[in-house]
């Protein structure tokens, strides 16, 4: 089973990368792009079910996949209806 | 007195952070590996710069993990001196030491230079006989060197004299151009609440002699070595 991690910088925190990358963008002639945040994106492939694994999960994502100071995660379960 | 120099691995200032600290009077210091578990019988701790597990994910983020880090969490609670340099720094807000983090550097280049920095507390145990403006010459090389913290931890830092060096320019102004990275306010370095944990980009190791450009970084060394001695001194 896959479950995805998003994580994305706090919108108080300036990201320069995405602001450069907006900049690439409207060189190209895409001005429409009024901002852009990069983030990161995981795929975590989980042994089993997800039940009894999902608190864990949730305070590695807190503790370990995002650094709560600067960043957002979201945590994406299937949708399963077992 | 004996320091504690951790390595990681990807650490790669260990040697020059064991060759700073061994090159002053008084000070042993041995490497401890990331895996060890205790630092039992040494006096203070140094987590050195580098790029601690390649710095996948963030940077320290991965380093905060390793078993030796239960070890100085602990110390630093009991109130040890703890010297975070570079990525040493990153470790010790990944790990919740220090607060904010060290994110990007503003203008996205790597910065490899000489910077100057400005005493800005009267007192810590690294800071000692150096007294507000006493200007610092110490090299940067960094990538994520960009301090960042919230308002409410920001003010916090101020009330309570916990930055203890910001970069400035020659003459000891705190201006914009003199700010290498975007760090907020130009934090170049920081201290916890009880001031014996010390986190900084700038590199004190690679300022310890002046063939290197800068003897500077010694002074925050030999500050801590006072320290400790001092509290030996009282304690006897």
């Not at chain 2, 060290?102 to 920095?117: G, K, P, Q, Y």
């Not at chain 2, 150096?130 to 200007?135: D, E, F, K, R, V």
């Amino acid at each position: 089973m896959k479950v995805k991690v998003i994580v994305t910088p706090k919108e108080t925190v300036l990201d320069p990368q995405g602001a450069a990358v907006r900049e690439a963008m409207h060189h190209l002639g895409f001005t429409g792009a009024r901002e852009v945040r990069i983030g990161r994106y995981l795929e975590i492939e989980l042994e089993g079910d997800l039940a009894g694994q999902e608190g864990k999960l949730r305070e590695l994502c807190h503790d370990l996949l995002s650094n709560p100071v600067i960043e957002d995660y979201r945590l994406e379960l299937p949708n399963e209806t077992k | 007195m004996k320091f504690a120099v951790i390595q990681f691995p990807g650490s790669n200032c260990d040697q020059d952070c064991l060759a700073a600290v061994r090159g002053l009077n008084g000070i042993e210091a041995d490497f401890v590996w990331h895996k060890e578990t205790s630092l039992k019988g040494w006096d203070a701790i140094v987590l050195p710069g580098g790029f601690s597990y390649g710095d996948y994910l963030r940077c320290g983020a991965i380093a905060r993990f390793s078993p030796i880090m239960r070890a100085v969490v602990a110390d630093a609670e009991a109130g040890k001196l703890v010297i975070g340099i570079c990525n040493g720094f990153q470790i010790l807000c990944e790990a919740g030491l220090l607060p904010g983090a060290l994110v990007r550097n503003r203008s996205l280049h790597f910065v490899c230079e000489m910077a100057t920095t400005r005493v800005e507390a009267a007192e810590s145990p690294f800071t000692r006989g150096m007294p507000i403006g006493t200007l610092l010459r110490l090299p940067v090389a960094h990538g994520e060197g960009c301090y960042y913290a919230d308002e409410t931890t920001l003010r916090e830092l101020n009330e309570r004299q916990q930055v203890l060096l910001r970069y400035c320019d020659a003459e000891g102004k705190i201006t914009s151009a003199a700010n290498p990275n975007g760090s907020v306010e130009n934090i170049a370095g920081i201290c916890n609440r009880a001031r014996n944990v010390f986190g900084l980009m700038p590199h004190p190791d690679r300022a310890c002699e002046e063939r290197l450009g800068s003897k500077d970084g010694t002074r925050i060394f030999e500050s801590m070595l006072r320290a400790v001695a001092g509290d030996d001194r009282a304690a006897a």
